[in-house]
């Protein structure tokens, strides 16, 4: 579902609970201002922050995509600052299909979990006509040590965690790219896969050393970069400018991009975003699309203090992380915005300067 039909159908949720009796004032994040999982303070020293995700297979083996859509759902739970204490299985399932390959999906998710720490305590199953797996994740964080998505201020710099393009990539899987015309496909899936399985552990682990410094956090998930890149900017009242060129991707992405492996959800996230993105003229077609792709278990995108640029480099690459500089916050003159640059122009954060061309009409789904 794009954010603003998400967003739609949450209106009247938030406005139920809105001035509550119960235990509102404990819960630090929920509907209010959307963020990557709800957060209630239990006492003054712990907070319990909660999250779900669930989705279809986006690879064949049964047991890679377990370990995906596990460390994807654990990634709102490090997207927040927490660490993971418990998950529970959601599981669709169609009666006609070996239940051995359930099972593989199980164990890969719940190995994913044991690597990070937590454990699974239970979960619930239906009958569907097509897989769908994924966990609730359960974490804990200290009430202070909360990494919102809103929070971002003008000279921070922004720094992701991991390449982009795995929409692209699975996308030519399912469609069944020919492998005679990609011959490295089946290696540029693997890196892919790579990616989706890393959780992100380390990444958060070297956000919460750089303690204060580290303003706004989210992961890169369904909604491409630009999209979440958004809800951090509409929410902190800034603006971003991004360097295209510092931007990370999996190899081989482009080259799909260009053949037409083209995800359903990019054209939703680009049609979400009209008006607030602008890009320079030298950003090509491709590479407006591209921005759009929408990610499973991507990095971590965050902003922190330009003086501790480095120091979060450094503090990545400790825990075995690349982490890219891929553009800076500025002040939104009028209103919240994006800018896309192609070379490092895009590190002078500027006045908006008119409606998105975000190659929507060459896009395809």
Request: aromatic share 6%.
């Amino acid at each position: 579902m794009g954010a603003d039909a998400l967003a739609q159908v949450l209106r009247p949720l938030a406005a139920t609970f809105a001035g509550a009796d119960g235990n509102t004032a404990d819960l630090l994040v929920g509907l209010g201002a959307p963020d990557d999982a709800a957060v209630y303070r239990l006492n003054a020293e712990q907070a319990m922050v909660a999250t779900t995700d669930f989705f279809p297979p986006v690879v064949d083996d049964p047991y890679a995509f377990g370990a995906i859509a596990a460390a994807n759902a654990l990634s709102d739970l490090y997207a927040m600052g927490a660490t993971p204490l418990f998950c529970l299985n959601l599981v669709a399932f169609p009666d006609d299909l070996d239940p051995a390959i359930l099972s593989e999906i199980l164990r890969g998710g719940a190995e994913k979990v044991r690597e990070a720490g937590a454990i699974i305590a239970g979960g619930h199953s239906v009958i569907d006509a097509e897989p769908k797996y994924g966990l609730a994740a359960i974490g804990v964080v200290h009430p202070e040590g909360i990494l919102p998505k809103g929070g971002a201020r003008p000279g921070d710099a922004l720094i992701l965690t991991k390449p982009l393009g795995t929409g692209v990539i699975t996308t030519a899987l399912k469609r069944g790219v020919a492998a005679a015309a990609f011959p490295s496909f089946e290696v540029e899936l693997a890196g892919a896969v790579a990616s989706m399985t890393t959780l992100n552990a380390a990444a958060a682990r070297a956000l919460r050393s750089l303690g204060t410094d580290v303003h706004a956090c989210t992961d890169i998930t369904g909604f491409g970069l630009l999209g979440h890149a958004w809800e951090m900017a509409s929410q902190s009242g800034v603006a971003m400018s991004f360097d295209l060129a510092s931007v990370p991707w999996l190899p081989g992405v482009r080259v799909y991009a260009t053949a037409g492996y083209i995800p359903g959800g990019t054209q939703r996230n680009i049609e979400a975003l009209v008006g607030q993105v602008s890009f320079a003229p030298d950003v090509d077609e491709v590479d407006r699309t591209l921005l759009f792709d929408p990610q499973t278990s991507g990095g971590l995108f965050f902003a922190v203090s330009a003086s501790e640029t480095e120091r979060a480099i450094a503090a990545l690459a400790a825990e075995g992380v690349i982490g890219q500089v891929i553009g800076r916050v500025g002040e939104a003159t009028d209103a919240p915005h994006l800018v896309v640059e192609a070379d490092e122009a895009a590190h002078r954060p500027k006045a908006r300067n008119g409606r998105a061309r975000t190659g929507a009409k060459r896009a395809k789904k």
